[in-house]
């Protein structure tokens, strides 16, 4: 069963705009919620993430929003830069015995336009 | 850099033949893991390590194994390599929060 789902496999967004990815989980032992960007041939890079206290947290032009009664976390980019078209993929975090473990959504691939 | 280098970058496999893919990070981190992605099913993982000689299996680990000889070094092989096995392999190293990951392998089966 799939534990973290990211419903929208992909989105298209004009430049200067607001993107919003958004991602649900079922499991409400995770402590974390991350969202990582990838572009092609590179690994994923980290680029923000939540607590499971929290319900929201800001970077720069990157804000997390979590909705714990409706299991619900989205991404909103603001504004939306050229730069910022890869696969988005929310993931989050269990702690076993120490090791983090981290589950995954499908990815979007966020498209932006000029 | 978080100093995690996964080799090789590129390989094409005949199926049946067994793979060695190999991580190698160079700042002493304890944790490390072993993801695939593939299209529809974003990362999942494979097996990980929690110390040298101690490792567990992830959710997809039939017809994988690994080994950590050494802290720096995690290898991840693949015992008869068939085409389902196609995919990207990524090699992470924990961090406080979340993982930093490898530039990835991806492995073709023919």
């Known amino acids: 069963d799939q534990q973290v789902k990211q419903n929208s496999p992909s989105l298209s967004v004009q430049e200067g705009r607001i993107s919003i990815l958004n991602c649900d989980y079922t499991n409400s032992m995770f402590d974390y919620f991350l969202w990582y960007k990838k572009y092609p041939a590179e690994g994923p890079t980290f680029l923000i993430s939540?607590?499971?206290?929290?319900d929201k947290n800001e970077d720069g032009r990157f804000t997390v929003f979590l909705n714990k009664s409706a299991k619900h976390l989205s991404l909103h980019i603001v504004p939306s830069q050229p730069g910022d078209s890869a696969v988005y993929f929310c993931a989050a975090r269990t702690l076993i015995q120490g090791a983090q473990k981290l589950v995954f959504g499908q990815g979007t691939r966020l498209t932006i336009n000029p | 850099d978080a100093g995690i280098t996964q080799s090789p970058r590129h390989k094409v496999t005949e199926t049946g033949t067994p793979v060695t893919l190999r991580c190698h990070q160079t700042e002493n981190h304890r944790y490390m893991y072993w993801y695939r992605q593939d299209p529809g099913h974003g990362l999942r993982l494979i097996h990980y390590?929690?110390?040298?000689?101690?490792?567990d299996k992830g959710e997809v680990s039939d017809g994988y194994s690994v080994s950590r000889s050494k802290t720096e070094d995690f290898l991840l092989t693949l015992e008869s390599a068939t085409s389902s096995q196609t995919s990207v392999y990524f090699c992470a190293i924990s961090e406080l929060v979340g993982y930093t990951f490898g530039s990835g392998t991806r492995l073709t089966v023919v």
């Open positions: 939540i607590s499971s206290i929290k």
């Open positions: 390590s929690y110390g040298v000689k101690d490792t």
